[in-house]
């Protein structure tokens, strides 16, 4: 006897070429499908379904708005984000983002969610916070943050809330982290770090 595998085939959807909004990719994409965004701005909130997988230019795709992922699974490739408020909401949800920035704005996760963020860089411009955890489980690998007041937030503290730190570099942010990791303190970045050319890189978990 012998083994057969079956390997699903991946297509693309196109934006803007196939569809005019991301949302309008989204709502339409089957499974194994891929949704390209070509590089300019796009001024839109994004609901994810479960499944969602986006793929832009690290260096050109860019969003106005915010990400909600409700109660799915999804992957971001190559997505900068932008928005005052929250760049991304995650609830009971599990979501990789790599190669993303996420600017001004902070992600959330509610309701035991897992958000993955790898390669990414976030940038506070001064203001807020980057990731807030209020039930759930950050891993973050291989990402800068900074310009931020605290890079790191629980509302929940001193309650632990579980994650993971690899690689990471804080740098010009203004106050010390105020997550808690593992049931650690992130001591990451000291108090008065907005000095040049200071900063702490995590050689694990944290």
Same mark, same amino acid.
């Given at each position: 006897?012998?083994? !057969? /595998? ?27 499908e891929i949704i ?7 001024? =839109? ?7 969602? #997988? ?25 997505? #900068?984000? =932008? ?5 991304? =909401?995650? !609830? ?9 920035? $996420? /600017?001004?704005? !902070?992600?959330?996760?509610? /309701? ?24 759930? $489980? ?7 943050? =900074?310009?931020?007041?605290n890079a790191l ?33 992130v001591v990451g ?18």
């Amino acid at each position: 006897s012998r083994t !057969v /595998t079956l390997r699903q085939q991946v297509s693309y959807l196109h934006v803007p070429a196939d569809f005019a909004t991301i949302q309008d990719a989204i709502d339409a994409a089957q499974p194994n499908e891929i949704i390209l965004i070509s590089g300019g701005w796009y001024a =839109e909130d994004l609901v994810f379904r479960d499944g969602t #997988r986006l793929r832009g230019d690290p260096t050109e795709t860019n969003l106005w708005g915010t990400i909600f992922a409700h109660d799915v699974r999804a992957e971001v490739y190559g997505l #900068r984000v =932008e928005e005052l408020q929250d760049t991304a =909401e995650l !609830v009971s949800a599990d979501v990789l983002f790599d190669h993303c920035t $996420f /600017t001004f704005g !902070v992600t959330r996760l509610f /309701t035991d969610s897992v958000g993955k963020f790898r390669n990414c860089t976030f940038d506070g411009r001064g203001q807020g916070v980057a990731i807030r955890v209020n039930s759930g $489980f950050a891993k973050i690998e291989r990402s800068i943050f =900074e310009n931020y007041q605290n890079a790191l937030d629980s509302l929940l503290r001193p309650t632990v809330v579980a994650g993971e730190l690899s690689e990471v570099v804080f740098w010009n942010n203004f106050a010390d982290m105020r997550g808690t990791w593992d049931g650690n303190w992130v001591v990451g970045d000291p108090l008065h770090t907005y000095y040049p050319y200071q900063y702490y890189l995590d050689q694990g978990s944290a």
